[in-house]
């Protein structure tokens, strides 16, 4: 039984063995119809790129791009049509000035074809061309996300002369509507700015038309949209502009000077000057800024003429309760003129704004008319009595010998309102026949002063009408060097006669070899050696 089933499996191994194919039979069948695809695929890739390059030929590859025109996939044909209608699109618009108001940016004209029977030429050849330089061969790069950009020079033409009348034919173009323009100038002096200004150049409207036209032919053969013959300079221009430096110098000088304000306190006084003034001043002549520097030097003198006090006669209010008027002699103020005009013409270059006193050549003791103040020397040369007054009080008074009367007029002490002119001590008193020194010296006018007489045994009375000095007022030693300690340069003095000079005349000569009687002509000279005779 087991050898009968033994025998019954073998028997059906043996069959399933002689069903199962052989396995060379079946990769043979595989290959070749491997085979047999590749080949059926490159055939259909052989045609298709054969489709390619028969039809690229005649056409421009896709994303073929022709002076902004879409152009894939198209013959040369339409093409050159749609190119060529532009031409009646085209138009070139001319900008300059408006003829009438000189503004920019202002269309003078537009030159369309029909008006200058404009034609494109050399389109078709210049597409064929474009289309012959394509490698049809290589047609399949179109389709791998690649551009094909062109611009195309068209040749254009036209009839020149046609646009040379054109372009006459404006009213932009016509001389008769053209305007010259004016140079920007300086004004006259503006009471409302108070200075000058520069008034701008007036634009003109005058056109080279020739050279516009030869640029507007350039234009057109260039299809250019627009032209600006004002930023291609075809206009005349003023040659003098508002910002001429020139202009602008000379506008700021004078305004600067006329800028100028100089607030005096002339001896109390306010006195301005500013642009109210300085206009009669400033001008503008022959291209330039002119200051006129002598009415400066008058303006100054005008003023010291108002406004000094030096050598002016003066009411006085005597110690005795009744005023008298003297004469200034060398007191009160006195503006320096000179230095002053110097002064204020360079703060006018200069377009100061100050607060100042003029230059003083000589200073009273305080302001205004009343200039002498309440601290000064009175001398009443009657009463031969001095009185020294310290801010109103008097603190000091004394007898004291002044200008003999029988001598010559000279040895008179004069009368007025003096200023010190300064003090020393030790100083020598010199004359024909004699040198004395004193202590104390303190002259007030040339040679004139006061001083020391310790050879003196008296003073006051009327000592002085036949034994008098030589004109310089005599104190006791210890007066002068009291009156010392209080004055200073430019303390007053005030010298008067109230009853009138007794003056009665130099003595008759002496005889040859007659002497003086001691002690009846000084033995001062009032004159120190360091101080020289006037």
Not at 397 to 422: A, H, K
Request: aromatic fraction near 12%.
């Amino acid at each position: 039984m087991e050898e009968r089933q033994t025998g019954e499996m073998a028997e059906t191994e043996n069959i399933l063995e002689k069903k199962k194919p052989k396995p060379k039979r079946k990769r043979k069948f595989i290959l070749t119809a491997i085979l047999l695809i590749l080949v059926a695929s490159l055939a259909v890739v052989a045609y298709l790129y054969y489709r390619g390059v028969v039809y690229y030929q005649t056409h421009f590859f896709p994303n073929t791009n022709i002076n902004g025109m879409d152009c894939g996939d198209m013959e040369a044909a339409p093409i050159i049509e749609a190119l060529e209608q532009r031409i009646s699109e085209y138009a070139l618009a001319v900008v300059g000035r408006d003829y009438q108001t000189g503004e920019g940016d202002t269309i003078l004209g537009v030159i369309a074809p029909e008006d200058i029977r404009l034609n494109y030429v050399g389109t078709r050849e210049a597409v064929e061309s474009l289309l012959q330089q394509q490698d049809e061969f290589m047609w399949f790069e179109a389709y791998l996300d690649r551009s094909y950009i062109y611009t195309l020079e068209q040749d254009m033409t036209f009839d020149e002369s046609l646009l040379n009348s054109t372009v006459k034919s404006w009213d932009a173009c016509k001389r008769s509507n053209m305007r010259i323009p004016e140079n920007a100038y300086i004004s006259d002096y503006s009471e409302e700015l108070g200075g000058y200004e520069v008034i701008p150049e007036t634009t003109g409207t005058v056109l080279d038309v020739e050279k516009a036209i030869l640029l507007i032919v350039e234009a057109v053969g260039a299809q250019e949209a627009s032209i600006n013959l004002e930023e291609l300079e075809c206009y005349l221009d003023a040659t003098v502009k508002k910002d001429d430096k020139q202009l602008n110098r000379i506008v700021d000088n004078a305004n600067k000077w006329l800028g100028t304000k100089v607030v005096y306190d002339w001896n109390g006084t306010k006195v301005v000057l500013d642009n109210e003034t300085l206009k009669d001043w400033v001008s503008i002549e022959d291209g330039k800024a002119t200051l006129d520097e002598e009415a400066i030097g008058t303006f100054v003198k005008e003023q010291a003429a108002s406004y000094d006090t030096y050598g002016r006669r003066r009411n006085f209010m005597t110690t005795y309760g009744y005023e008298i008027s003297l004469p200034g002699r060398n007191y009160g103020w006195k503006t320096d003129v000179e230095s002053e005009t110097e002064e204020l013409t360079k703060l006018i270059y200069q377009g100061s704004s100050i607060e100042k006193e003029p230059a003083y050549s000589i200073r009273a003791r305080q302001k205004g008319d009343n200039d002498i103040g309440n601290s000064y020397i009175e001398a009443d040369m009657n009463s031969q009595h001095l009185y020294l007054y310290k801010d109103g009080a008097v603190v000091l008074e004394t007898d004291f010998v002044s200008g003999t009367m029988i001598s010559s007029f000279d040895c008179v002490t004069p009368e007025g309102v003096f200023g010190l002119l300064y003090k020393s001590t030790d100083a020598v008193l010199v004359g024909e026949t004699y040198r004395t020194p004193v202590k104390y010296w303190m002259p007030f006018y040339g040679n004139y002063g006061m001083h020391d007489a310790n050879w003196r045994g008296a003073f006051g009375g009327e000592i002085f009408i036949t034994n008098g000095s030589h004109g310089c007022i005599n104190l006791p030693p210890s007066m002068a060097a009291q009156i010392y300690q209080y004055v200073s340069e430019g303390f007053p003095v005030i010298c008067y006669y109230p009853q009138g000079i007794p003056y009665i005349g130099p003595p008759a000569v002496p005889e040859e070899g007659e002497i003086p009687v001691e002690g009846e002509v000084p033995v001062e000279g009032e004159v120190p050696v360091e101080v020289p005779i006037e």
